[in-house]
């Protein structure tokens, strides 16, 4: 029996089994982290006292929600004192620098360069110069947050537990204000939720570690002395220094009591801008971190090589494995259908295979999203009808992760700026949060 269904396998069948198996084996652990968020609870933190920080923010013409972060922050359910905020104005044009000062940041620094562009080379500037200027005032830690952030009342409270905690760096519950737009800032927001709850929690939860996402994260300041600064300045700068640290061994922590605010971008043009420059900054954190996640894996010490091959398939490029594998199966039918080829089982199986593997990763993608939509319910601000709607576009919001993913290896990325205008009332955000 079992050498008759061998004899019927063709070339396809056996390229096709390979990837799924492939897949299945590699990313099988991520279904051990959704039972363990839903039948655990992450560990509790206490601070034995208040430390002192700086926050870092790089703003490029924010005029419209800087003053909504900064706000926030003086809003913290936090000593005010143990708070400075710097304001990086890199190459702005318009009054971002004056809405800052105004606003409440302790300084604003403008930076002036259109030869090193980019989220990194803005924090290193105004790392060192924090270090020119504030040097004696002793910072404990450092965070970094996007201009169209704004943050809930208790955030650094609790951050602060995990900093006391003894963490080296930690992120955040990354939250969106503008869920309810449109599909687009919704699909945005259903993702992050679920990198929150069912990744970083479990991670948390399981004593490994979590990667920086981005904006609301902490780095302790011995860190970044140590490397002289902010040096991370790929395209997607916090998943390089996620990597490095995991490397050399490190743990990132995660808060899921800090909540988080973020602006979703609401046209396509944005999402792909935005998303090719990710998509092109994982393709070179790969290439750049790879070997070394790998060699962790065997030679870090225990307790940190799990994190080494959680970052490796965080890094990799499986979605190269769905273009060629649905590549694959198309070449395979056109031959066939061309007369190229026999166009018996090879031609059904290349056709049922592509239906198989969109099918199934839409599948896979409205059961994420319905499973995030429903745990984290109360956390999203918008109507039922609107999160109950969205559960059906998040599918298609992430299947444009292909041809984005596909463009992402041949053209080279150019940093694009995306328009942030959405304010919001920092108070009433943060009192809904709380019902």
Same mark, same amino acid.
């Given at each position: ?174 939250? &969106? ?31 490994? &570690? ?42 990132? &922590? ?97 056709? &049922? ?83």
């Amino acid at each position: 029996m079992l050498d008759q269904f061998l004899s019927q396998l063709t070339v396809v069948d056996i390229f096709n089994t390979g990837v799924f198996l492939a897949f299945a084996i590699c990313y099988v652990y991520q279904f051990f982290y959704i039972f363990t968020v839903l039948t655990k609870k992450p560990p509790k933190q206490e601070a034995r006292r208040n430390h002192r920080y700086a926050v870092m923010v790089s703003a490029r013409n924010e005029i419209a929600v800087i003053g909504d972060l900064i706000h926030s922050i003086r809003m913290q359910n936090y000593p005010q004192e143990l708070i400075d905020i710097f304001v990086i104005a890199d190459n702005c044009t318009d009054d971002t620098a004056r809405v800052a000062r105004e606003a409440g940041a302790t300084n604003v620094f403008e930076r002036f360069n259109k030869d090193l562009i980019g989220k990194g080379y803005a924090l290193d500037f105004g790392y060192k110069r924090i270090q020119e200027l504030y040097g004696e005032n002793g910072y404990e830690a450092y965070f970094v947050f996007d201009a169209d952030n704004v943050l809930d009342g208790n955030y650094f409270r609790e951050m602060n537990k995990v900093f006391d905690g003894g963490a080296i760096a930690s992120t955040s519950y990354r939250n &969106s204000k503008n869920y309810g737009s449109n599909w687009i800032s919704a699909g945005y927001a259903v993702w992050f939720l679920r990198e929150a709850k069912y990744l970083s929690q479990a991670r948390l939860t399981l004593n490994t &570690s979590c990667a920086i996402s981005g904006t609301g994260f902490f780095i302790a300041a011995d860190v970044l002395a140590r490397h002289g600064g902010w040096k991370w300045h790929l395209l997607t700068e916090d998943i390089e220094f996620s990597a490095q640290t995991i490397t050399e061994g490190g743990r990132i &922590s995660y808060c899921p009591t800090a909540m988080l605010y973020d602006e979703q971008p609401v046209t396509f043009k944005d999402s792909w801008n935005q998303r090719f420059r990710w998509a092109k900054g994982f393709y070179q954190v790969f290439a750049h971190y790879a070997w070394g996640l790998l060699k962790g894996i065997f030679t870090n010490k225990k307790g940190a090589r799990f994190a080494c091959y959680d970052m490796l398939m965080t890094i990799a490029p499986a979605m190269l494995l769905t273009i060629i594998t649905i590549g694959f199966n198309g070449t395979i039918a056109v031959l066939a259908l061309l007369g190229y080829i026999s166009a018996g089982s090879m031609l059904m199986s290349a056709l &049922s295979c592509m239906f198989f593997c969109l099918f199934n990763y839409c599948l896979f993608m409205f059961i994420l999203g319905a499973l995030t939509t429903f745990t984290e319910w109360d956390n999203i601000h918008s109507t039922p009808g609107k999160k109950i709607g969205y559960l059906f576009t998040f599918p298609f919001f992430m299947l444009t992760y292909i041809p984005i993913a596909l463009v992402a290896l041949v053209k080279k990325a150019k940093w694009k700026p995306i328009s942030h205008t959405i304010s919001v009332d920092v108070e009433k955000m943060s009192k809904a949060n709380q019902k």
